[in-house]
Nanobody, 124 residues
Framework: QVQLVESGGGLVQAGGSLRLSCAASGRTFSSATMGWFRQAPGKERQFVASINWSTGITNYADSVKGRCTISRDNAKNTVYLQMNSLKPEDTAVYYC?????????????????WGQGTQVTVSS
C-alpha cells in the first residue's frame, strides 16, 4: 500500500518562502509522475506542479510558475515543493499525489494516491 506523508506547511508572511516535503513509501515509482495540488476553502482542488521520477520533467500551473520549484530525491523517495514570493492567494491545503502513469499531469483523477495535506497560510 502506498503512503504519502506531507510536511512543511505553516504560517508565513507575504513574500516569504516555504518548502513542502512529501515522503512516499510502500513501493517505488521509477517511471511515474508525482504531483502537488492545493485546495482553498470553498474552491476545487487545483494542480500546482508535477515531476517525473525518472526523467525529472516538470510542469507548473501558471499561477505558481517562476515562484515554485518541484524537485525529487530518488534515494529518499521524497518530493519537494519550494515556494517563494508567497502571496495570500497561495493560502490552501497542499496535497501530494501519485503515482500517475497515464493521463494529463494536471488531471486529479490520474493520480492514484493522496496524502493527508498540509496547511499553508500566507498573511498579508
Amino acid at each position: 500500500q502506498v503512503q504519502l506523508v506531507e510536511s512543511g506547511g505553516g504560517l508565513v508572511q507575504a513574500g516569504g518562502s516555504l518548502r513542502l516535503s512529501c515522503a512516499a513509501s510502500g513501493r517505488t515509482f521509477s517511471s511515474a509522475t508525482m504531483g502537488w495540488f492545493r485546495q482553498a476553502p470553498g474552491k476545487e482542488r487545483q494542480f500546482v506542479a508535477s515531476i517525473n521520477w525518472s526523467t525529472g520533467i516538470t510542469n507548473y500551473a501558471d499561477s505558481v510558475k517562476g515562484r515554485c520549484t518541484i524537485s525529487r530525491d530518488n534515494a529518499k523517495n521524497t518530493v519537494y515543493l519550494q515556494m517563494n514570493s508567497l502571496k495570500p492567494e497561495d493560502t490552501a491545503v497542499y496535497y501530494c499525489a501519485g503515482p500517475k502513469y497515464y493521463g494529463a499531469y494536471n488531471d486529479r483523477g490520474a493520480y492514484a494516491y493522496w496524502g493527508q495535506g498540509t496547511q499553508v497560510t500566507v498573511s498579508s
